[in-house]
């Protein structure tokens, strides 16, 4: 609830700091970022972050594969004693 309060006072201060600053303040903000988004530099991060996150991806979904594998032939395994020794009954 603490989180929440706190995320809607920002939301508050947010809204009446930008109705103050007005529209043009606004444009020249929005000029800004769009000038930061073209810039080489950052789109070459950008997109080497999101092939590093592709990779990890891919590496563990590698790593996850063999156990959903083992998870299914336990599954399928006959009714009886599990890796425990106890009884499925």
Same mark, same amino acid.
């Given at each position: 609830?603490?989180?929440?309060?706190? $995320?809607?006072?920002?939301? !508050? @201060?947010?809204?009446?700091?930008?109705?103050? +600053?007005?529209?043009? %303040?606004?444009?020249?903000? *929005?000029?800004?970022?769009?000038? $930061?988004?073209?810039?080489? !530099? @950052?789109?070459?991060?950008?997109?080497?972050? +999101?092939?590093?996150? %592709?990779?990890?991806?891919? *590496?563990?979904?590698?790593?996850?594969?063999?156990?959903?594998?083992?998870?299914?032939?336990?599954?399928?395994?006959?009714?009886?004693?599990?890796?425990?020794?106890?009884?499925?009954?």
């Amino acid at each position: 609830m603490r989180y929440r309060l706190t $995320f809607i006072t920002g939301m !508050a @201060v947010g809204y009446v700091l930008g109705t103050r +600053a007005g529209r043009q %303040r606004y444009e020249q903000l *929005r000029a800004c970022a769009q000038k $930061f988004a073209r810039n080489p !530099a @950052v789109r070459n991060t950008a997109e080497s972050a +999101a092939q590093g996150g %592709r990779h990890a991806a891919v *590496r563990a979904l590698d790593k996850v594969r063999p156990l959903r594998e083992k998870i299914g032939q336990r599954d399928a395994r006959a009714v009886g004693e599990d890796d425990w020794g106890t009884s499925n009954t």
